[in-house]
């Protein structure tokens, strides 16, 4: 009897976790294409559950666009060498994304080189040396 409350308890754990991890669904970007931003840090957000960088970047006519950039979480983030203060507002960087499939400015960081030439990866990278 012992055995079968244990074994209820464990399903149910597990039950109760899938829709923790389905939320993290990456189906939005086109993870098949990159573009290279170089642009104006305008704001780097160090939040949970996901970091984010918001960047000024010209059009072909020269007007500029905000994009909104995700990236992974401040514990993922610090494990590869970033801290709150890596990007702050007026850096000029270039910034390598992959890009929302609607075509909206916005995407998942892949890699940022920062204004001193240090690179930074995104999610599940590590730093490199600039």
Known sequence: MRILA??????MSLAAAA????????????TKKTVTLN????????????SWVQINVP???????????????????SRNGWRPTTLKPGDKVELI??????GSPGGAM?????????????PGGSPAAG
């Open 110 to 122: 892949v890699k940022i080189t920062v204004p001193d030439g240090r690179v930074f990866m995104g």
């Open 59 to 77: 059009d072909a006519q020269g007007k500029l666009v905000e994009w909104s950039i995700e990236m992974g979480s401040p514990n993922m983030l």
């Open 6 to 11: 244990c074994a209820t308890l464990v399903a």
């Open 97 to 102: 994304t992959n890009p929302m499939k609607d």
């Open 19 to 30: 829709p923790v991890s389905a939320h993290h669904s990456f189906a939005m970007f086109d």
């Open 39 to 50: 642009g104006t840090i305008k704001e780097f957000q160090w939040t949970n559950p996901h």
